[in-house]
């Protein structure tokens, strides 16, 4: 028998904004997002609960991209957001793409930056974890081709080619993010 209580999406978005409008229509169906495998690499797994009342439509979804060396920097960042009201999903410190929600009234405006320039860090920083995935994977590529035409053995070609293909991907995530980036500034 299936649970319709638990509702699992697998999506993925170059555009943080987009992001919190989709989280937000899905708690307009009925589904509360209550937590979510980071997306550095890949796609992001999102876990949904149908919701009971009318009263978590007034939450609200914002996203930080940001990667922590200790432990202790987490938790001080975790805190200044709970001293603030925000709710955040992220498990650990590991992740870099940070999920906050609060209970917002309809006629007040939340938002996680209070300034301009903390939208423009959250971008440079996606940018610069985009750019370092295309590095990677391009890399990857080459090493794969150049076995594939040493050693003949079509998985190192099909691997090789597999990369480009990430790589391109990446490619495109990282000239969004700095068409965005231009229309900030």
Not at 22 to 33: F, P, T
Not at 41 to 60: A, L, M, V, W
């Amino acid at each position: 028998m299936k649970n319709n209580a638990i509702k699992k999406v697998t999506k993925r978005f170059s555009d943080f904004s987009k992001e919190e409008e989709w989280l937000k229509s899905m708690l307009n169906e009925g589904w509360i997002l209550k937590g979510y495998d980071s997306e550095d690499i890949g796609d992001c797994h999102y876990i949904f609960e149908r919701t009971q009342s009318e009263k978590p439509k007034n939450i609200i979804y914002k996203i930080d991209f940001r990667s922590f060396d200790k432990k202790r920097d987490f938790e001080e960042y975790k805190e200044i957001f709970q001293d603030s009201g925000w709710t955040l999903l992220s498990k650990s410190k590991w992740y870099s793409k940070h999920i906050f929600y609060r209970d917002s009234p309809s006629n007040e405006q939340s938002d996680i930056f209070s300034d301009q320039e903390s939208y423009i860090e959250r971008e440079k920083r996606k940018r610069t974890s985009l750019l370092m995935y295309t590095g990677l994977a391009s890399i990857g590529f080459i090493i794969f081709i150049v076995l594939w035409i040493i050693f003949d053995y079509a998985y190192f070609g099909a691997f090789g080619l597999s990369l480009l293909y990430v790589s391109y991907k990446y490619t495109i995530n990282y000239f969004k993010h700095r068409k965005f980036l231009k229309s900030i500034l």
